[in-house]
C-alpha cells in the first residue's frame, strides 16, 4: 500500500495501513518538500517509527504498491486529484479515495469524469471505489442495510452531529464552515449548490440501493450567531460570528421527501440548544428511518487519545482500505459505495490477524 497524502486523512490512513489486516505500508506520497523524508509516523502520531520515508518522488513509490489510497484534499483542487488517481490507475494501482465527490455515484457523476477515470482503469487493469468522509459508509451501505430491517419507509435521514470546537482542523472550520465568520457572508460549504455537489451521490446511492428514483435535490439551511465569545483549540470566536448550522440536503420522489441528509454542526455546545444534540460526548453519526418499524441506528467512534473527528475518520479510511482485497479480484472499472461489501471478505488467515491481544 502507498498512501498519498500526509493532511487529516493522510495521517489516519497511515495509522490504519500499519495495522490493517492483509495490507502493508510500502510509501507516502507528499507535495511538500518540508514532509519529504520524514518518517510516516511522524504525521500518524505513532510511537515507533514505521522505516517508510514519505517522498516526493510518485513514480518510485508507484513501483512499491499494489494499491494507492489516495487521501489528498480535492476539495479546492478536483481536476489536480482526477489527474493523480488516473496516473495511479494507468499505472495498474486498486485506488480508493474520499478526494472526489462528484463520484460517489458514478452514474450521475459527469460523463467527462467518468469516461477519463474509466478509460485509466481500463489501461491500467485496475479498480476505483470512491467513498466518502462523513463517513461514506453512514451515508449509504448502513442506510441501505438498516432499510432491510423495515417493512414499509417514508423517510431516511442520514444525521451527523458534531461540535466543531474538538476538530483541529482550521482551514475546514473557518472557511469552509465560516465558523468565526461574519452572519452576512456565506462560507463555501453553504453556498447554493455546493452541499448537493458533496452529498447528492450519496442520496442517489440510497435511493438506487431501495429502487427509488430521485428527482430532484434541495437544499436548506438555518445559520446562528454565537451568544458569547468562544475559545478553544483554534483560537478565538467573537459573539456574533456564525456558531452553529443545520443543513439539510433533501431527495424528492414523486413530490415527496425520502432521503435527507442533515448536518448539525456547532463551534460550541452552547449554541443552537434547541437543535438535536448528540446522545453522548460532541458528537455521532445516525440513521433515522421514518417507517415501521421507526427505527434509529446511532453510531460513534472513538480512538485513543483522538477526538471522536479522529475516530470517525478512522471508520471512513478503514471503509476504503477494507475494500482494497475485494476490488483487486474485480473486473478493472469504477464501483461505488453499493458495490463493495461493507465487510468485504478477506482470507481466514488474514480475517484472524484483526483481534487484538
Not at 510509501?27 to 505513532?46: H, Q
Not at 451501505?141 to 431516511?156: S, W
Not at 465569545?229 to 420522489?253: Q, R, Y
Not at 428511518?289 to 487519545?305: C, E, H, K, S
Amino acid at each position: 500500500m502507498v498512501v498519498w497524502g500526509t493532511g487529516n486523512m493522510g495521517a489516519t490512513a497511515i495509522r490504519s495501513t500499519t495495522a490493517f489486516p492483509g495490507l502493508e505500508l510500502t510509501g507516502v506520497i507528499t507535495s511538500s518538500p518540508d514532509k519529504a523524508n520524514r518518517d510516516a509516523g511522524d504525521f500518524a502520531g505513532l510511537a515507533e517509527p514505521t522505516g517508510v520515508a514519505v517522498s516526493l518522488d510518485v513514480d518510485a513509490a508507484l513501483l512499491t504498491c499494489d494499491a494507492v489510497a489516495y487521501m489528498a484534499s480535492g476539495d479546492i483542487r478536483p481536476e489536480d486529484a482526477l489527474a493523480d488517481i488516473e496516473r495511479c490507475l494507468r499505472a495498474g494501482k486498486v485506488v480508493v479515495t474520499p478526494s472526489l465527490y462528484s463520484m460517489y455515484d458514478p452514474r450521475s457523476a459527469p460523463a467527462e469524469w467518468v469516461d477519463r477515470l474509466t478509460t485509466a482503469a481500463e489501461e491500467g487493469g485496475a479498480a476505483l471505489l470512491v467513498s466518502g468522509v462523513d463517513p461514506g459508509w453512514a451515508n449509504d451501505a448502513l442506510a441501505v442495510m438498516a432499510a432491510g430491517l423495515c417493512t414499509r419507509i417514508r423517510t431516511i435521514r442520514c444525521q451527523e452531529i458534531f461540535d466543531y470546537s474538538t476538530y483541529d482542523q482550521p482551514y475546514a472550520v473557518r472557511v469552509s464552515c465560516g465558523f468565526g465568520g461574519l452572519m452576512d457572508e456565506t462560507p463555501m460549504m453553504l453556498l447554493p449548490s455546493v452541499p448537493t455537489m458533496v452529498w447528492g451521490g450519496n442520496i442517489r446511492l440510497i435511493g438506487r440501493g431501495l429502487g427509488l428514483e430521485i428527482d430532484e435535490i434541495t437544499e436548506e439551511v438555518e445559520r446562528l450567531p454565537l451568544e458569547h465569545p468562544v475559545d478553544n483549540v483554534m483560537g478565538h470566536f467573537e459573539e456574533g460570528t456564525l456558531g452553529a448550522f443545520f443543513l439539510k440536503v433533501i431527495g424528492w420522489s414523486g413530490g415527496k421527501q425520502r432521503v435527507v441528509v442533515e448536518h448539525i454542526t456547532r463551534i460550541d455546545p452552547a449554541c443552537a440548544p434547541d437543535w438535536p444534540q448528540p446522545d453522548e460526548g460532541v458528537g455521532d453519526h445516525r440513521v433515522i428511518i421514518d417507517g415501521d418499524p421507526q427505527l434509529t441506528i446511532v453510531t460513534r467512534a472513538d480512538v485513543p487519545g483522538g477526538t471522536r473527528a479522529d475516530g470517525g475518520n478512522t471508520t471512513a479510511a478503514n471503509r476504503l482500505l477494507g475494500a482494497i482485497e475485494w476490488l483487486s479480484t474485480q473486473k478493472p472499472g469504477i464501483y461505488d459505495g453499493l458495490d463493495v461489501p461493507l465487510h468485504a471478505p478477506l482470507p481466514d488467515e488474514v480475517e484472524a490477524t484483526r483481534w487484538a491481544d
